[in-house]
């Protein structure tokens, strides 16, 4: 007999790592040793998981085709959604996109939007133009990548959702923001809210935390870790709409309409 039971669960894999400076094949096998044996449905990777956060992309080895089989055969072989970012190059243009892939080998992407100019991000890479949703297995996820995690009515507008996906390279010194506006995130729209954070270092920046975490709709942590793991969480669609029911808050929410 079936168990309906798990129907009513997703089973998350937070892998948080020392991203290597533009090395895609070596950020690969390190991804690879670290969820070796781990049982998920979905796996998440930080931003620009293949080469660190860079600013030069046309002078770097973005692996950026390579890095996508990757996630398509991880995909399958693990039977999990797999979802990061990457640099990637098209026709001559460079964008921070998101690939959110599954078993079957269904392709979601996400452009950032709010492209990070103190890091000279603005300068080098194209915003993208809508917010993407990605469904998987019953469940709908808003994808959205570090700097995104500060607009809230970006966040907001294709709500209500079950999950908002945040991937990210963000600084030690602003790891309160960060863990307060993942909280909000949750909080504000009624969801899960699941971030993953690289640590170590980079050329520019000395000091990433971590502080990868999924917050329930209540804004509680499920957990959350400062060296390099695979943080494994556990999401419950009925909690979600306990939630949603006894606090029906998003029926008062404000519609945003972008003109972009």
Known sequence: MKDDSKDDLLQVALVQFDISWKDPQDNLNRIDQLI??????????PEMFATGFIDDPDQTDLGDAISLEWMKGTAQRKNAAVTGSLAVEQNGVFYNRMYFVTPDQKVVQYDKKHLFALGDEAKVFKPGQQPVLANYRGWTFS????YDLRFPAWARYHAPYDVFLCVANW?????????????????????YAIGVNRIGDDEKVKGYPGHSSTFNPMGDSLGVNSGECVL?????????????????????????DFKI
């Open 36 to 45: 070796e044996g781990i049982t998920a449905d979905l796996i998440v990777l």
């Open 143 to 146: 994808l959205s990548i570090c």
């Open 171 to 191: 600084p030690a010194p602003r790891v309160n923001a960060w863990d307060s506006l993942l909280c909000a995130r949750a909080i504000e729209n009624q969801c």
């Open 232 to 256: 494994q969480h556990t999401l419950s669609k009925n909690e979600l709409q306990r939630v949603r029911k006894k606090l029906p808050y998003l029926k008062d929410r404000d519609i945003f």
